[in-house]
């Protein structure tokens, strides 16, 4: 089992997950950040730490977030790690709490 990023992270990219992680499993893309399963010890320091509440152990995913699972390998094999903490996007407060924002997703750097 592996952590998983889900939607809510979408156009808000708070990194306070990025701090606390031992192993430099998250990568960063224009509006969202996910994990690299293969990298991923399961360790799940980053769960309280995400102020959205965006990330999920990966048997505890909602079934609607199931597509995050194959979505964070795939995207983490083409955007760049990130291993500090750095500002949230200008918006996230105001996309911090609304739901369905997966079409507002930037998958292409």
């Not at 909602?62 to 795939?74: F, Q, S």
């Not at 996007?89 to 105001?94: C, D, F, R, T």
Request: proline share 11%; hydrophobic share 35%; with cysteine.
């Amino acid at each position: 089992m592996t952590f998983v990023v889900t939607e809510q992270c979408i156009r808000c990219k708070y990194t306070d997950c990025v701090e606390v992680c031992p192993v430099d499993c998250f990568h960063e893309g224009p509006n969202f950040l996910v994990i690299d399963p293969e990298e991923c010890i399961d360790c799940a320091l980053c769960v309280p730490e995400c102020p959205v509440e965006a990330i999920f152990d990966e048997s505890d995913l909602p079934p609607d977030m199931e597509e995050y699972i194959e979505l964070n390998a795939k995207l983490a094999q083409d955007w760049p790690v990130i291993d500090s903490k750095c500002p949230p996007l200008p918006e996230a407060e105001e996309w911090a709490d609304l739901p369905n924002k997966r079409d507002q997703l930037i998958e292409h750097l």
